[in-house]
């Protein structure tokens, strides 16, 4: 719904607003989601790749994406916008930790910005 959309949206504007500051980004849409269950990670494919990765990201096992943990404080809200990203072909641009954190493999996704 509307309401929905509104209230995630306003959160994810606060947890830009928040002083994080990242070292990767790139605008793009989402191609994909994959939902990891025994890692509790979800995988999150833009259109555009993962842009300047840091070494430790290897897009040559699994494909090129950005991954974060479902235990974050943020993850439920994180995978709820990234879907509604999706569904509506939104564009996202994906600020990355710089850094494998959650997935040895892959960069951890720090936050991301939705938009028409």
């Known amino acids: 719904s509307k309401i929905v959309m509104k209230k995630l949206l306003f959160?994810?504007?606060?947890l830009c607003a928040s002083g994080h500051l990242s070292a990767e980004i790139t605008g793009s849409t989402v191609k994909s989601i994959l939902v990891f269950e025994t890692g509790n990670l979800i995988y999150v494919y833009p259109t555009s790749g993962v842009q300047n990765a840091?070494?430790?990201h290897n897009s040559t096992g699994n494909g090129n994406y950005?991954?974060?943990s479902m235990s974050r404080p943020m993850?439920?809200?994180y995978y709820a916008g990234l879907l509604?990203?999706?569904a509506q072909n939104l564009s996202v641009t994906f600020f990355g930790k710089g850094a494998c954190i959650d997935q040895s493999i892959s960069?951890?996704?720090d936050y991301f910005?939705?938009?028409k």
């Open 11 to 14: 959160s994810l504007c606060m």
């Open 107 to 109: 960069e951890t996704l």
């Open 84 to 86: 509604a990203a999706q």
């Open 66 to 68: 950005y991954s974060f």
């Open 75 to 77: 993850a439920k809200v």
């Open 113 to 115: 910005q939705i938009s």
């Open 54 to 56: 840091p070494a430790c």
